[in-house]
C-alpha cells in the first residue's frame, strides 16, 4: 500500500506486481517514460513523468520507480529463497543467525548478534529461543567472563548449515543468470551505495520538507459543461 501512496494517478491502476521496464516505452509531452509489462496492453498505462513532477513537487519519478522495482525484486527474491529452503524449516533470521554464528567462528554475545542483524534484543532472544529448541544452538558461560551468555552452535547445526548454503547460493546464481558479470558487479556496486547513502540521509528532515501533494482534481460526476 506505500507504493500506491507514492505513484502517480497511472500507477494507481497498476497490478501490484506490474514491474516498470526498459523493454517498452512511449512518448509523453515528447519525453520518453517507461511503460508497465505486466503481459497486457503496456504501452496503455504508462508512467507519466510530467503529470509526476506536478502532483509530487518533492519526488521524482525515476526514483520512485527504482524503488518499487527494488521492493518488488526484494520480495520476489526473499519468497524465492524462503520456498527453496523451506524443508529445513528456518525463518530468514533465522538462517542468518546460523550463518553469523559461524562465520564469526566462535560464540558470540546475543547483542553482538542483534547488531549484526540489526534487530532488537528481544528479537534475538526470540531468535536464539528458536533455535535452542531446535538443537542448533545452546547458551554457554563466557569463560573469561562468567557474567557473559555467549551463543555458540551445536554439532547438529554444521549439516544444516552446510545444506542450505550451498542451496541458497545454488539460487543466487541462478536468480541473477540474467546478468552478465559486469552487470551483477555494476549492480552489486549500486545497490552497495544506495544502501551507505540511505545510512546519511536525514529522513525525518526529508519528509518534514516535503511539499504537499497536489492531488489531481477528480470531475464531478453530473457536473455541467459550458
Do not use: W
Request: hydrophobic fraction near 45%.
Amino acid at each position: 500500500m506505500l507504493l500506491r501512496s507514492l505513484t502517480i494517478s497511472d500507477l494507481r491502476s497498476f497490478p501490484r506486481e506490474a514491474s516498470v521496464t526498459a523493454r517498452h516505452t512511449v512518448r509523453v509531452d515528447d519525453r520518453t517514460a517507461p511503460a508497465v509489462d505486466d503481459g497486457r496492453d503496456a504501452a496503455a498505462r504508462r508512467v507519466d513523468h510530467l503529470a509526476f513532477a506536478r502532483e509530487f513537487p518533492s519526488g521524482d519519478p525515476s526514483a520512485t520507480e527504482c524503488a518499487q522495482n527494488l521492493i518488488l525484486a526484494s520480495s520476489r527474491f526473499t519468497e524465492a529463497d524462503s520456498r527453496g529452503l523451506r524443508r529445513h524449516g528456518l525463518s530468514i533470521a533465522a538462517r542468518i543467525t546460523l550463518a553469523t554464528l559461524e562465520g564469526a567462528g566462535e560464540p558470540l554475545p546475543a547483542t553482538v548478534l542483534a547488531e549484526r542483524l540489526l534487530v532488537t534484543g528481544a528479537s534475538i532472544t526470540s531468535l536464539v529461543d528458536t533455535l535452542e529448541r531446535r538443537g542448533l544452538v545452546r547458551r554457554v558461560r563466557s569463560v573469561s567472563d562468567r557474567r557473559v551468555v555467549l551463543i555458540e552452535l551445536t554439532d547438529a547445526a554444521r549439516p544444516v548449515i552446510d545444506a542450505y548454503l550451498a542451496e541458497v547460493t545454488a539460487l543466487h546464481a541462478a536468480e541473477f543468470a540474467i546478468f552478465s558479470s559486469e552487470e551483477r558487479e555494476q549492480l552489486s556496486t549500486l545497490l552497495a551505495r544506495l544502501a551507505a547513502h540511505i545510512t546519511t540521509l536525514d529522513v525525518d528532515a526529508i519528509t518534514a520538507a516535503a511539499k504537499p501533494r497536489k492531488a489531481p482534481r477528480k470531475a464531478t460526476r453530473g457536473a455541467r459543461t459550458s
